[in-house]
């Protein structure tokens, strides 16, 4: 059975930091596109970090640049999602998601690119 599981979801007060992992089961990670992806309530899911499965190629929306970085250990089968400085507006569920296919890159961090999803981390940014 495929799945994806993340981890590592919680509170954490504003310029705080946390590490979500997102482990694969049932597939190998090495060639598929991964995405992490984020709603808030009442918004529209947003991508906020991707790896292109071709050239490993990785993306940031413009309000985490400089602050997520996203990588992957295929060893582990796993990749991760570091956020720093977080910020009250990071509050969302974090999602992974992962596809096989080769996605164009002005597609890379678009929701339904993808066909695996994990199950969703809470993460709250609150003082």
């Known amino acids: 059975q495929v799945q994806l599981v993340e981890s590592g979801g919680g509170l954490v007060q504003p310029g705080g930091s946390l590490r979500l992992s997102c482990a694969a089961r049932?597939?190998?990670?090495?060639?598929?596109?991964i995405a992490w992806f984020r709603q808030a309530p009442g918004k529209e899911r947003e991508g906020v970090s991707c790896?292109?499965?071709?050239?490993?190629?990785?993306y940031y929306a413009d309000s985490v640049k400089g602050r997520f970085t996203i990588s992957r250990d295929n060893a582990k089968n796993t990749v991760y999602l570091q956020m720093n400085s977080l910020k009250p507006e990071d509050t969302a569920v974090y999602y992974c998601?992962?596809?096989?296919?080769?996605?164009?890159?002005?597609?890379?961090?678009?929701?339904?690119?993808?066909?695996?999803w994990g199950q969703g981390t809470q993460v709250t940014v609150s003082s």
């Open positions: 790896i292109s499965s071709s050239d490993g190629s990785t």
């Open positions: 998601a992962a596809d096989r296919t080769i996605i164009p890159r002005f597609r890379l961090c678009v929701p339904d690119s993808y066909d695996y």
């Open positions: 049932g597939f190998t990670l090495d060639y598929y596109a």
